[in-house]
């Protein structure tokens, strides 16, 4: 069965950091990108950060760079995403979504969550003094 677990999602304090992991399950992630998306409460979701295993290119939102870091370690086959500096506006579910790049579609298609094979459930994500 294919699965995308995430976790370590959490109530953090701003200026805090978080850890999130998206290990999957039922497939091998270094054939594919795996981009970490957030919806907050009453908004649309928002891509933040991809990295394709493929060639281990990373691409980030402006309003997370420099931030937050997505790593892949393929022998464990989970997808990072190191995220600091928290800020309330950070609040959101984080999920996860995988999918095998393909050359008919641009990259920032798969940035924006289209186009993907496979998607977590997520993980809650909430910075509050």
């Known amino acids: 069965e294919v699965q995308l677990v995430e976790s370590g999602g959490g109530l953090v304090q701003p200026g805090g950091s978080l850890t999130l992991s998206c290990t999957a399950s039922?497939?091998?992630?270094?054939?594919?990108?795996i981009g970490w998306y957030r919806q907050a409460p009453g908004k649309e979701r928002e891509g933040i950060a991809i990295?394709?295993?493929?060639?281990?290119?990373?691409q980030y939102a402006d309003a997370v760079k420099g931030r937050f870091t997505i790593s892949s370690d393929n022998a464990k086959n989970t997808v990072h995403l190191q995220l600091n500096s928290l800020q309330p506006e950070d609040t959101a579910v984080y999920s996860c979504?995988?999918?095998?790049?393909?050359?008919?579609?641009?990259?920032?298609?798969?940035?924006?969550?289209?186009?993907?094979?496979?998607w977590g459930k997520g993980t809650a994500v909430n910075v509050s003094s």
């Open positions: 979504a995988a999918a095998r790049p393909s050359r008919y579609y641009s990259r920032d298609r798969y940035f924006l969550g289209y186009g993907m094979d496979y």
């Open positions: 039922g497939f091998f992630i270094d054939e594919y990108a």
């Open positions: 990295i394709y295993n493929t060639d281990g290119s990373t």
